[in-house]
């Protein structure tokens, strides 16, 4: 009877280290599938990094062409992906602000392991991406980039937004042909604010208009008046004003009306904008002209159908339709380049320079300093509301 107990015993003590052991490879071999599935699921999809200010003061631009960026990703997606792969699109926020984008490209180029990115959509995040992207052999193409010194940046970094000296020259042109012969310019410390103001100075300057007295504020500022009564000091003809959002542009115009201060105003494509005017609850004079990239949407069905598809999704941002062109547009030309190149950047950069490439924006066509050859400008005028053009 001792025996048999004992051998009991041990049968249990045997069976309970089986059902141990069994437990053990039951773990084993789960965590081993899962790493499979992770390791399968990454070798089907394709990153594509996307840098844009999805906060703060440029958010309107950052939002707007992200939103799109995603259209053109879900479409490619819904169609098979790109050679049977899925594209993510993994978005960080550059806050329109150098460091945090440049936070962005560094996370997205080691962690995410893109070779391609959509961004930056401000210039100052553009500009402070460029270095880090052409260090890493990794495309961009930027968005909402105007300043001047992106042109010639990188041998990997183009643009789907027309340089400043191209929009605020026309807009100097302009002035100039109305009999405007001196100004007064106002504009944020940031890297599209300078280059509007700098390409308009120059190019009125160069028709023989002359400039007066330049202001500048830090960012964050809220109480304009001391610079506008100063400005406005020196009686001139008009007033030239570039910001780099929506919220400064409408306190401007606010605190312009509650000084009096008459003057014409010239302005950039935030300034004389239909989101300044709701903002202001319809203080944006209608006197005031600005320059802008400019896409009827009626220009075609395709344009008509897309900008629709959009508005049906998202609130309208108050901003020119082409920024939420080119989003699409940007995203689109990047997905055919991966479609026929992959990884291989310098295929890529080949590919966008020897071809044209029609979106729901027009045709595009790329030269070798980065910027798009075609031009999408607009003299524009906010009447009862609504974007009016003077000039195209």
């Known amino acids: ?15 309970g280290r089986w059902q141990k052991m069994k437990k053990t490879i039951f773990i084993v071999l789960t965590i081993i599938f899962l790493a499979a599935c992770v390791q399968e699921q990454t070798i089907d999809t394709i990153k594509i990094g996307y840098i844009g200010p999805l906060t703060g003061t440029g958010s309107p631009y950052g939002i707007a062409e992200l939103n799109a960026a995603r259209l053109a ?73 105007g300043a001047n010194d992106f042109t010639n940046s990188g041998k990997y970094a183009f643009r789907t937004y027309p340089p400043a000296k191209v929009l605020y020259g026309r807009l100097a042109d302009y002035a100039y042909k109305k009999g405007t012969r001196t100004v007064v310019t106002l504009n944020e410390e940031k890297d599209w604010p300078q280059s509007v103001v700098e390409s308009f100075k120059i190019r009125f300057t160069e028709l023989g208009g002359k400039v007066l007295l330049s202001e500048t504020y830090a960012p964050g500022t809220a109480d304009f008046k001391t610079q506008l009564l100063k400005l406005a000091e020196l009686n001139p003809d008009a007033v030239m004003i570039s910001v780099q959002g929506p919220d400064s542009a409408a306190q401007i115009i606010k605190q312009m009306n509650e000084l ?14 239909t989101g300044v005017y709701d903002r202001t609850n319809g203080l944006l004079p209608e006197s005031a002209v600005g320059s802008t990239p400019h896409v009827d949407p009626d220009k075609s069905p ?59 924006a027009g045709t595009f066509k790329f030269g070798e300093d980065g910027n798009p050859e075609t031009k999408f400008v607009a003299i524009v005028s906010i009447i009862d509301g609504k974007q009016v053009f003077l000039e195209e």
């Not at 009877?1 to 069976?15: D, P, R």
């Not at 009096?260 to 904008?273: P, R």
Request: with cysteine; charged share 20%; net charge negative.
């Open 73 to 145: 990703v879900g479409d490619s997606n819904s169609d098979g992906g790109i050679n049977g792969k899925q594209v993510e699109l993994v978005a960080e926020d550059g806050k329109c602000e150098g460091a945090a984008a440049t936070t962005a490209a560094n996370k997205l180029i080691s962690v995410d392991k893109v070779n391609y990115i959509l961004g930056g959509h401000c210039s100052t995040e553009s500009l402070s991406i460029v270095p880090i992207t052409e260090a890493n052999h990794v495309f961009l193409m930027a968005g909402a980039t």
């Open 1 to 15: 009877m001792g025996k048999e107990y004992i051998s009991l015993l041990l049968s249990l003590q045997t069976e």
């Open 302 to 360: 395709e344009t008509k159908a897309f900008y629709e598809r959009y508005l049906s999704l998202h609130k309208d941002p108050g901003i020119d339709p082409f920024v939420v062109m080119e989003g699409f547009d940007g995203a689109n030309i990047v997905l055919s380049l991966i479609k026929e190149c992959s990884d291989d950047v310098d295929c890529a950069r080949s590919k966008l320079l020897n071809s044209n490439w029609s979106g729901v």
């Open 260 to 273: 009096n201060i008459d003057l014409q105003i010239y302005g950039d494509t935030l300034i004389v904008s």
